[in-house]
Nanobody
Framework: QVQLVESGGGLVQPGGSLRLSCTAS?????????IGWFRQATGKEREGVSV????????YYADSVKGRFTISKDNAKNPVYLQMNSLKPEDPAVYYC??????????????????????WGQGTQVTVSS
């Protein structure tokens, strides 16, 4: 069974940086095209942050993180990173990674639609505070 594990979260001051990693425990991670980072702040809905396509390297970002966050991967698809710079007080959340479902129905959804993804990890907490 695929298991995704996020790491790299922590406490950082406003304006600081963190790099999150998403590592898969199974070779079945190889059958995805898109893998994404999502976040959920306390009391809020989970939202898409960034997605990367393995086939063409295309990246997608939520407007709130454009220019500050960078998603990347190594050639083997595993792990996938999220470099977060210029962190703001509105960025704290539990950050999750997830793999795209191997389903035409799911893949017809928007690239940041949560329903397109599965095998959510346990998440890693990001806290921004002075």
């Amino acid at each position: 069974q695929v298991q995704l594990v996020e790491s790299g979260g922590g406490l950082v001051q406003p304006g600081g940086s963190l790099r999150l990693s998403c590592t898969a425990s199974s070779k079945f991670i190889l059958d995805y095209n898109h893998i994404g980072w999502f976040r959920q702040a306390t009391g809020k809905e989970r939202e898409g942050v960034s997605v990367i396509s393995h086939s063409d390297g295309r990246t997608y970002y939520a407007d709130s993180v454009k220019g500050r966050f960078t998603i990347s991967k190594d050639n083997a698809k595993n792990p996938v990173y999220l470099q977060m710079n210029s962190l703001k007080p509105e960025d704290p959340a539990v950050y999750y990674c997830a793999k795209e479902k191997n389903s035409a129905t799911a893949q017809a959804l928007g690239v940041m639609d949560l329903l397109r993804y599965e095998y959510w990890g346990q998440g890693t907490q990001v806290t921004v505070s002075s």
